[in-house]
């Protein structure tokens, strides 16, 4: 994702109000990356301890009144689109044996 302004300075403010509510059903981590040569790229990176508190955060996500607010503020610091991507966690699988 792309913020409004240079530095992301709105968006760095904005989650440090929002992420402890993101975090607050617990097993959910979130994490936000800038882009080492764009100062306006980031990911924010949201990890699930299990895929229940995934698929619980995505109901979340379209019912909580205040998490919708949440997520609108949100949109409306960035520029252009949002790219979500939804990875799964098989670290465990390459480390067993076959």
Do not use: C
């Not at 990176?45 to 205040?66: F, S, W």
Request: charged share 35%; no cysteine.
């Amino acid at each position: 994702m792309r913020t409004k302004e240079w530095d992301g300075a709105s968006l760095a403010s904005f989650l440090r109000i929002a992420t402890p509510y993101y975090e607050a059903p617990g097993g959910i981590k979130v994490r936000l990356l800038r882009n080492m040569t764009d100062r306006a790229r980031f990911i924010e990176v949201i990890e699930y301890a299990h895929a229940d508190e995934y698929r619980k955060d995505q109901e979340r996500t379209k019912t909580d009144p205040r998490m919708i607010a949440l997520l609108t503020r949100w949109r409306s610091l960035l520029s252009g689109g949002v790219e979500v991507e939804v990875y799964e966690d098989v670290t465990g699988q390459i480390h067993s044996e076959d």
